[in-house]
């Protein structure tokens, strides 16, 4: 197998990387990576000597990159992690949601077509699917997304629905919950408020932080994208989730006892997301975990590890946080609620 991961340099890529040179000693991993704010070549450090890897930057929005790779490398396979993912920026400008989300899809499928790869697989997230507010969402549930982000990622899951029916092209989709673990850029809820509470700052809570989430480590979510690779089928779509919903304060509530913080940091600030925001994210994985797949990742444990490592690897973080589109992003979003306490 000669695996072309995009977006391999950025957090769930990146530990997809990892786990495909471990799992699969006889394949190649070739990484194309844009190298946007939120992919860095410091996440791939530790695999880049291995003779099984090489990284190529550039976009996959461009079909003249994409398919050069594919000759030189002898691609067989592409899994695709590459995306604009932040639903805050996305709610400030959607345009590079649009070109890597959808159009880097496309791009992505034309070339497996042409090249008559054997599968591409994509990576997308159960936000396509909205809110629920009771019960799972399942592979048959419709698309109804609510941020300009996840109507992107749908845009490029429907891109490859028509794909494989209008030319048989051997594409399949993974859904992942809100993924959690080392590596992840510090904008979203986990790795955002670990590394203000490390500095003694405030972390603004959206509303009363009663939002739910389906949480799964890292290394799980790779583990699910690598066992579709290997045992899903062409044309379908799975779920990679692990029943663990939990609303935002009380993820808040162990990641202040973790970093030895109270609640006196915590600041409730108006909803930036306003009716965008979804309620509750619960996906049914079944039909993945019938094919033989199961999460290992207990949420409580593996979420103070994750702590731990911030806490370890501030190598990692702190060149990332100190850089002006970072600055720029959060005096912008944050500024005006959070005042002094930005
Ligand atoms: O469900 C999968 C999705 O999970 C992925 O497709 C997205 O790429 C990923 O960003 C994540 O989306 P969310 O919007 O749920 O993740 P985020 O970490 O941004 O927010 C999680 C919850 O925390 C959400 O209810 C908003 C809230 N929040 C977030 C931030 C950044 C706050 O209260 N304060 C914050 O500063």
Do not use: C
Not at 121 to 145: A, C, K, M
């Amino acid at each position: 197998m000669h695996l072309l991961v995009t977006g391999g340099a950025g957090f769930i890529g990146s530990n997809f990387v990892r786990l495909a040179l471990q799992h699969l000693p006889d394949a190649r991993v070739i990484v194309l990576d844009a190298l946007t704010y939120a992919g860095n070549l410091s996440t791939l450090n530790d695999v880049s000597s291995n003779p099984h890897f090489r990284f190529y930057p550039g976009k996959i929005q461009d079909p003249v990159v994409v398919e050069g790779i594919i000759k030189a490398e002898g691609i067989t396979h592409i899994v695709n992690f590459a995306a604009e993912s932040h639903n805050d920026r996305s709610i400030l400008h959607a345009g590079s949601f649009i070109e890597t989300d959808v159009l880097g899809v496309y791009v992505l499928l034309e070339a497996t077509r042409k090249f008559k790869l054997e599968r591409m697989l994509h990576v997308s997230t159960d936000e396509v699917y909205g809110s629920i507010d009771e019960g799972h969402f399942t592979e048959q549930s419709p698309i109804e997304p609510n941020t300009p982000y996840s109507a992107s990622k749908a845009g490029g899951d429907l891109q490859i629905r028509a794909h494989v029916k209008a030319f048989g092209t051997p594409a399949l989709i993974t859904r992942g919950g809100n993924t959690y673990g080392p590596y992840q850029f510090p904008e979203k809820l986990i790795p955002f408020f670990v590394t203000r509470l490390m500095d003694g700052k405030k972390v603004p809570v959206y509303g009363e932080g009663n939002q739910v989430r389906e949480w799964i480590h890292a290394m799980d979510h790779a583990g699910g994208v690598l066992h579709t690779l290997l045992h899903g089928e062409p044309g379908q779509v799975y779920n990679v989730g692990d029943v663990n919903e939990r609303p935002n304060h009380e993820v808040v509530k162990i990641l202040l006892e973790e970093t030895g913080r109270d609640e006196s940091l915590i600041k409730r600030i108006p909803d930036p997301r306003k009716g965008a925001h979804d309620k509750r994210y619960s996906m049914s994985a079944d039909k993945l975990r019938g094919l033989g797949w199961a999460p290992t990742h207990p949420f409580e444990e593996s979420l103070r590890a994750t702590v731990r490592w911030y806490r370890d690897r501030q190598d990692w973080w702190r060149p990332l946080i100190s850089t002006d589109d970072f600055q720029a992003f959060i005096a912008r979003f944050y500024g005006p609620s959070l005042g002094e306490d930005l």
